[in-house]
């Protein structure tokens, strides 16, 4: 089983739309966890940290359950500049800060 | 510009040659990451430094793969005898950890390695 799962996706939609992306990561040990969205052969780029009180960055929401050990992100208002891979991330902090990261969701939003 | 720098963007090989990424971390940064990414699939982790200390390596760095960072500063990964399943994109990542700071990695834009 992979550390951190993801929708497999691809999930396409209009713009306007509203997409939710789903994690579950494995590790109980885990204690950071984030978004990175990457473009089409291009380098991850940090979109949010999440933080167990959820986080909202305008159109971006984020959640966490640690009871759950699942994670989400919530698209309002999806753009076409929103299409790229959604990659949910996960840290065990501490002394160790490598990343585990999901297989990634591409999202496409078509006009 | 001051983000990571990777160095060559392509590389080209035939199999059995040796390879030799360079990374060039954000400067004041004193963690840096090297990650492994195939098509389809999220990076997966290789090593990291604090300074120029290699703390971890992962399991996929097999003993044809050496990384160094010599004076703390920027970072080379070399791949020896290659084999095509050492094809990936290369990422190479800093970070700033210092007392309660957030761990942000950054990535560099990637060595783009084909082995023939």
């Known amino acids: 089983r992979k550390e951190v799962e993801q929708d497999p996706g691809p999930f396409n939609v209009p713009e306007g739309a509203t997409v939710a992306f789903n994690c579950t990561y494995s590790?109980?040990?885990?204690?950071?966890f984030f978004w990175y969205r990457q473009d089409c052969r291009k380098e991850p780029k940090l979109l949010m940290s999440?933080?167990?009180s959820g986080n909202e960055d305008g159109r971006f929401t984020a959640q966490l359950n640690r009871a759950s050990q699942y994670i989400s992100l919530l698209i309002r208002d999806s753009k076409l500049s929103d299409s790229a891979t959604y990659l949910c991330?996960?840290?065990?902090?501490?002394?160790?800060?490598?990343?585990?990261f999901g297989k990634g969701t591409l999202l496409t939003v078509n006009p | 510009d001051t983000g990571v720098s990777q160095n060559p963007r392509h590389k080209i090989t035939k199999r059995g040659q040796n390879v030799t990424f360079r990374c060039d971390p954000i400067s004041e940064h004193n963690r840096l990451y090297w990650y492994r990414q195939t098509l389809g699939q999220g990076p997966e982790f290789l090593t990291y430094f604090q300074n120029e200390a290699q703390l971890e390596k992962s399991r996929l760095l097999s003993d044809r793969f050496s990384a160094e960072r010599p004076k703390g500063s920027f970072s080379t990964l070399e791949i020896q005898r290659t084999e095509q399943g050492d094809s990936a994109m290369y990422l190479c990542?800093?970070?700033?950890?210092?007392?309660?700071?957030?761990?942000?990695?950054?990535f560099g834009a990637g060595t783009r390695l084909s082995v023939l």
């Open positions: 990542a800093s970070s700033l950890v210092e007392g309660g700071a957030k761990n942000i990695q950054y």
């Open positions: 999440v933080y167990s």
């Open positions: 590790n109980s040990a885990s204690q950071s």
């Open positions: 991330v996960a840290s065990r902090g501490g002394s160790n800060y490598k990343l585990t």
